[in-house]
RNA sequence: GGAGAGGUGGCUGAGUGGUUGAAAGCGCACGCCUGGAGAGCGUGAGUACCCCAAAAGGGUAUCGGGGGUUCGAAUCCCCCCCUCUCCGCCA
């Protein structure tokens, strides 16, 4: 019951998933033919008991007027009879829902298919850059990387992060903080005013139904923070720290059905982002650029599958506008097949130049999900003509903050080590700079 | 956390074991009426899945979720979730 793909797609055209799957090299196009043999199974079965039902709902009607009319010895006969139905439906019942539960499973597991305008590649070397804006900027001195100038300025507290919350956290203090603080409602001003978004301040927690609607889980549960509620073991597991705010507000609507005047849906919303990253430490580990919580802001579009595209390319630029009022450096790259999320159909990524660590940084990632989200989460909207469709979903970062903060300070760094704020930021923040 | 009430179709709301997928009202769509609108009248309309080449048609499931009793469950029993009211606690 519950569709990932389309099932009627799988079943249909199972070569042309089979292929699509394939670009991504990871093998997922081999769950096909099972998935196939499951619905064939299900599908066997379904028929073979809903026949049944329907034998037995006629008897039991029969039943219902033998006994208004007072014949209750017929009645009897015919329940000893129909007894033996109500087996056979409960052993079929069970198999169904075996099947049912196996083909899910796998359902749950195929990633979404790359949209054909996808470059095929194995990995990120095989991205494409699809445009750069600006250069990077120039020092007369070596520039410094971002944890020394958060340190010497006093902006980021890492030590007492470590020793409140562990490694992996940071303690924004002071002019830190409020550097932090300025940039978030920059960014959150830039898009509900210029860029059309609803502003939303979500729950940070979600039950593990909206992880999978968006296509989190089943895949990557161990990256996420599960919470439990006092020492209560059977608590852990209801609900998780949100990974990001698309976690939340993608799933706003879920199980709805829309009006297509609803649509398009703009939701805008800053949350810390909570994420485990198993596996992922040594690289990059110090400073700001991959930790367990950061702040970022997120936008989430809902349309009709018709302008997906359209909003998909609309909404690179709403990010790139951040960037680009804050005279940063960056470039977007197109993910090839190998590279993209499981959810995604199509993703563009924003990485912004850090001079201090002499390499881009991704800070946002603009993704189409098209139904795949939708259709996991079960949401609809009724068409001109009264279909219920799945509408496209899309998420982009815009943009994520910590790893901003480093190309912001590492950029803006003078020779006296100050850090000016660009003017677009100063009503926010409040100053020119940040003396030493 | 304690006590109570309740979750039925887009909404309000009836229904306590048998042609009830579910009264009634509102809302909605279409048609008639009208110069036009309204009122009025009529018709239609949930969702998912299965069978059928397709359409037509047929079938199954669905009254918060799951399990049970029964020939048969919206109606009875058990567990869970959620909402509301009062009390307690708390930023």
């Not at 008897?59 to 006994?67: D, V």
């Not at 998780?240 to 993608?250: D, G, H, N, S």
Request: proline content about 5%; charged content about 30%.
């Amino acid at each position: 019951m519950l569709l990932v793909l389309d099932i009627k797609q799988i079943r249909e055209t199972p070569d042309f998933v089979r292929q699509r799957l394939a670009t991504r090299g990871a093998g997922d196009e081999a769950l096909v033919d099972q998935i196939l043999e499951m619905d064939e199974r299900r599908r066997r079965l379904l028929t073979e008991v809903e026949r049944l039902k329907a034998e037995r709902n006629r008897a039991s009607k029969e039943i219902g007027r033998m006994l208004a009319e007072g014949k209750t010895a017929e009645a009897e006969v015919r329940k000893q009879e129909t007894r033996v139905l109500g087996d056979r439906i409960a052993e079929l019942d069970r198999q169904v829902m075996e099947v049912d539960q196996q083909r899910d499973a796998l359902m749950l597991r195929i990633p979404n298919l790359p949209h054909e305008t996808v470059p095929l590649g194995r990995s990120a070397e095989e991205n494409q850059v699809v445009r750069v804006h600006g250069e990077p900027p120039r020092f007369e001195f070596p520039p410094r990387a971002h944890l020394e100038l958060c340190e010497r300025l006093g902006l980021v507290d890492f030590a007492r992060a470590a020793k409140v919350a562990g490694s992996g956290f940071a303690l924004y203090m002071g002019r830190g903080a409020r550097l932090e603080r300025a940039l978030i409602r920059f960014m959150l001003d830039l898009h509900t005013r210029d860029h059309g978004y609803t502003e939303v301040w979500p729950p940070l927690m979600v039950g593990p139904a909206c992880l999978e609607g968006v296509g989190q889980f089943p895949k990557f549960r161990d990256q996420y923070y599960g919470v439990a509620e006092g020492d209560d073991p059977l608590q852990l597991g209801r609900l998780y720290l949100i990974p990001t705010a698309e976690t939340v507000v993608a799933n706003l609507h879920r199980e709805e059905i829309l009006r297509e005047s609803e649509l398009p849906i703009r939701y805008c919303a800053y949350t810390p982002c909570f994420r485990g990253e198993a596996g992922a430490a040594g690289v990059g580990t110090r400073g700001l650029i991959r930790m367990h919580q950061f702040d970022k802001v997120e936008l989430i579009q809902i349309t009709r599958p018709e302008e997906g595209y359209a909003a998909h390319e609309a909404m690179v630029q709403h990010a790139e506008r951040v960037l680009q009022m804050l005279g940063l450096h960056y470039r977007v790259v197109l993910l090839c097949s190998g590279d993209l999320g499981f959810a995604s159909a199509k993703t563009y990524d924003l990485e912004v130049w850090a001079p201090g660590q002499g390499s881009y940084l991704e800070v946002s990632s603009v993704s189409n999900c098209e139904e795949f989200q939708a259709r996991r989460m079960r949401l609809r909207f009724k068409d001109a003509h009264g279909l219920n469709r799945h509408p496209h979903i899309l998420n982009g970062s815009g943009t994520a903050l910590a790893r901003l903060y480093v190309a912001l300070v590492e950029t803006y760094q003078q020779a006296d080590g100050s850090v000016l704020i660009p003017p677009a930021l100063r009503p926010y923040y409040g100053e020119e700079r940040i003396l030493p």
